[in-house]
């Protein structure tokens, strides 16, 4: 799984947080960080969900765990697009947050 790829594109999805952290110099340590809370989740998720759904297919469980991984990670970051012109975009709020959840304890 490249979860470093994943993050990757969630944030070109997001082109003023991806520019702003690539001119401050964070876009590597804010991807690496991103990429090791996704994979915690998803380990996490696909425990969860083994022992709810006993018999299931790996391959099923492991592609819903990573659907719900991913939802919660997408759920910390800033919207892809601002509602209006009004709603700005802050970075060191956004990281703040997401490092405050680095895991679903």
């Not at 964070?26 to 996490?44: D, Q």
């Not at 709810?52 to 592609?63: D, L, N, R, T, V």
């Not at 709020?93 to 304890?105: C, I």
């Amino acid at each position: 799984m490249q979860y470093k790829t994943i993050v990757l594109e969630l944030l070109q999805q997001r082109p003023e947080m991806h520019e702003q952290l690539r001119l401050t110099r964070r876009l590597l340590p804010t991807l690496e960080t991103c990429a090791k809370e996704l994979k915690v989740s998803h380990e996490a998720w696909k425990e969860t969900l083994s022992q709810a759904k006993q018999g299931s297919e790996p391959s099923q469980i492991a592609s819903e765990a990573m659907e719900m991984a991913l939802k919660e990670l997408e759920d910390r970051l800033p919207s892809a697009s601002p509602r209006d012109d009004r709603e700005t975009l802050s970075l060191d709020k956004a990281m703040a947050h997401v490092r405050s959840h680095t895991s679903r304890e």
